[in-house]
């Protein structure tokens, strides 16, 4: 998951520093007409899939508004990084699609969700946010504490799987002595459960860690794989399932309850629909790509579902330990757990 855990979306609605700027002292309702909407990664539809998610989200609110309402993106972190987004959604009327390294600093729950192994396949991480009592119980907690409402959870390419250059891993046996990339602590526990040791290397400096022997291997959807050209340095992919690899669409609650009511729920029917045409578009794209990285010359390796299981016995209690650490209540690992129906592996 890239700790690259993140969003942007006309005459109605207006900028706070616009509005403070004209001096007009009016509401927000009275004066906004547009709304800002930021995120991470380029403005490209075939290579981000956020991108192609702000896009999207865009067409739909302002079709659906009739024009009322007008979405402005602003991709590639043009509002700032991840943090300075959030504060900007937090404290002025606007959008932002954050990653995980937006939202764990203010509810670090959220890294519940991404326990490892937790999702068979797809449907069942989209039944997870649709329908569960965790995310539930997560979108009300968040708004509680920051004053923003999570309205969507952006799928970015599926899930994570690992890639190495030196084997193929069939197994967690087979990670013995390899050196990984981790994107934070708890990806470093996840490697060291099966016998590998992990070291942080930032996204901009993977591909010649890689290639440099820094690293073995690393694990990322493979949507990145192929835009960090990944498929060049590394000869093996594991299709492992290990983590949904997602981000979230963050709002300003007081900006949502400011819009009058026809126009809140466009924008909350849109972000629905962008959402599974998100869903629809990357389920498609997966084969594609993966056919890619074949020609390429990786090997593709699909674990049979008894090596799935020891992946997840042995590195699913590193992970759950991880979150222990962090001071998160283990309610919220019960309760997350319960909803894809697994009990916390011993």
């Not at 909407?37 to 999207?56: I, R, T």
């Not at 996840?190 to 400096?205: M, V």
Request: charged residues 20%; aromatic residues 10%; proline residues 5%.
């Amino acid at each position: 998951m890239q700790s690259t855990l993140f969003g942007q979306f006309g005459r109605r609605f207006c900028a706070a520093l616009l509005v403070s700027a004209m001096g007009l002292g009016a509401s927000l309702s009275q004066a906004a007409t547009s709304i800002n909407m930021s995120y991470n990664g380029a403005a490209d539809l075939e290579k981000n899939p956020v991108h192609l998610f702000a896009s999207n989200f865009k067409r739909l609110v302002e079709q659906k508004s009739d024009g009322e309402l007008q979405i402005k993106l602003y991709p590639n972190s043009m509002l700032g990084e991840e943090e300075q987004r959030m504060e900007q959604v937090i404290s002025g009327p606007g959008l932002n699609i954050a990653s995980f390294a937006g939202i764990a600093p203010l509810f670090p729950e959220i890294y519940v969700s991404a326990i490892p192994f937790m999702f068979e396949d797809a449907k069942a991480a989209h039944r997870f946010f649709d329908d569960g009592r965790y995310w539930q119980a997560a979108r009300e907690e968040f708004r509680s504490r920051t004053g923003t409402e999570m309205l969507a959870v952006v799928e970015e390419g599926g899930f994570l799987n690992f890639t190495n250059n030196k084997k193929p891993i069939k197994s967690p046996q087979d990670f013995q002595g390899l050196r990984f990339r981790a994107m934070d602590p708890s990806q470093v526990a996840l490697y060291e459960s099966f016998g590998a040791s992990g070291t942080p290397i930032p996204w901009t400096e993977l591909y010649m860690g890689l290639r440099s022997g820094v690293a073995d291997g690393q694990m990322n959807p493979t949507s990145y794989i192929i835009l960090g050209s990944l498929y060049q340095v590394q000869k093996y992919l594991t299709l492992a399932n290990i983590q949904y690899s997602d981000q979230f669409l963050v709002a300003n609650a007081e900006l949502l309850e400011s819009l009058p009511a026809e126009a809140r729920q466009a924008l909350l029917d849109a972000a629905r629909e962008a959402t599974l045409l998100n869903r629809e578009a990357i389920a498609t794209q997966q084969e594609k790509e993966l056919a890619f990285l074949q020609d390429k010359g990786m090997q593709i390796i699909r674990p049979s579902a008894e090596d799935l299981q020891a992946f997840r016995s042995q590195g699913q209690p590193a992970y759950l330990k991880w979150l222990g650490e962090q001071d998160i209540d283990a309610q919220w690992v019960e309760t997350a757990l319960q909803d894809v129906g697994l009990k916390p592996a011993q």
